[in-house]
């Protein structure tokens, strides 16, 4: 059955009844459908709270993301260029090296699960570096928002469904990937539809582009110093001539590469959190762009491609 953690308190049972319901196999929480977005039960209070109590602040940065679109990657970059004052990339006692980057990064969801987790993240020192999968839409408004600043990192949607299917295979080996692709496809997946996911923080990025950053996980791989320099710049820490002489944005590419975070004992050993009891090494797969076509028959890839196709034709982005 579903875990302790799982279980909705009785006291948000009202709320989240009336909403519609899609199960999930083996003992996941229920997803439902609340203000267009398919959130595991457990979490449709967490979005309410937010939406009601999160005060970002000016200087706040939150890495936004749909699950397995290069988090774990974009958490470790944002947390190494902001803290390399106090913690130079290269330096033997980086927090990176005996810590998973999502332990270096508070997860929003996670502290507004309680009101002592909402008082945790009130006394964090500014400027707060958190991290969300929600939709764009579970966070207070923009205006209230205080300009606080989002990095969101978006990945081809393909490359996604076969990475989740990899993941979620963890908790279910004989999970078929048709079935993972099915409910992408469909929508009710857990923080879906992706599509609408992408576009909501996309058209932010559009019309607020000095509080939205719009990353690829392709474009991260082609170019990460690339990348890096301008996370650096969006957060108001662009690098200095003497930092860019003394190699600190290789530095800290080389420290959050997939093929040394791997390597760490940190991140080979316990668990993503105690509501998916899934190894920490599955957040470190293979790190690469295209890996669908080793995996999709070619109608799963172009039933993808065509909804692609339709939810982003008007928008200006590929994939
Ligand atoms: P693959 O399963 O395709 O290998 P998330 O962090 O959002 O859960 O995304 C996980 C995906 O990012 C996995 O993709 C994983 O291998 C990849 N990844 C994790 N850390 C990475 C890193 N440091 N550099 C590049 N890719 C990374």
Not at 15 to 44: H, I, K, Q
Not at 54 to 68: E, Y
Request: proline share 9%.
């Amino acid at each position: 059955g579903s875990s302790v953690l799982e279980q909705l308190p009785e006291e948000h049972a009202d709320l989240v009844s009336g909403l519609p319901c899609a199960p999930r196999p083996n003992g996941l929480s229920n997803l439902r459908c609340y203000e267009g977005f398919w959130l595991p039960e457990w979490s449709v209070p967490v979005a309410v709270a937010l939406q009601r109590r999160f005060q970002p602040r000016r200087d706040d940065v939150i890495v936004a993301s749909f699950p397995k679109c290069g988090t774990t990657w974009v958490n470790a970059l944002t947390f190494a260029t902001m803290a390399r004052r106090a913690h130079p990339a290269a330096g033997a006692g980086h927090p990176l090296l005996r810590l998973n980057p999502h332990q270096c990064v508070p997860f929003l969801e996670a502290l507004f699960r309680s009101r002592r987790g909402e008082a945790k993240l009130e006394a964090l020192p500014s400027p707060r570096l958190m991290n969300t999968h929600m939709p764009l839409r579970m966070m207070p408004p923009a205006d209230s928002a205080g300009g606080c600043k989002v990095v969101y990192v978006c990945r081809e949607p393909k490359d996604m469904v076969v990475s989740l299917w990899h993941y979620l295979r963890r908790l279910q080996p004989d999970l078929p990937l048709a079935d993972v692709s099915e409910s992408v496809c469909g929508g009710a997946a857990m923080y879906g539809p992706v599509w609408d996911h992408i576009l909501g923080y996309w058209s932010a990025s559009t019309a607020r582009p000095d509080s939205v950053l719009f990353l690829r996980y392709e474009e991260l791989l082609r170019d990460p110093a690339k990348h890096v320099r301008k996370l650096a710049r969006f957060v108001g820490l662009p690098f200095s001539g003497a930092e860019e002489e003394a190699g600190v944005v290789d530095d800290i590419v080389k420290l959050c590469s997939i093929g040394h975070l791997k390597t760490l004992e940190a991140n080979k050993t316990g668990h993503v959190d105690p509501i998916f009891p899934i190894p920490r090494e599955a957040l470190f797969r293979k790190g690469v762009a295209g890996d669908w076509v080793n995996y999709m028959t070619p109608e799963m890839a172009r039933r993808i491609d065509e909804i692609v196709a339709d939810k982003f034709h008007t928008t200006g982005l590929t994939f």
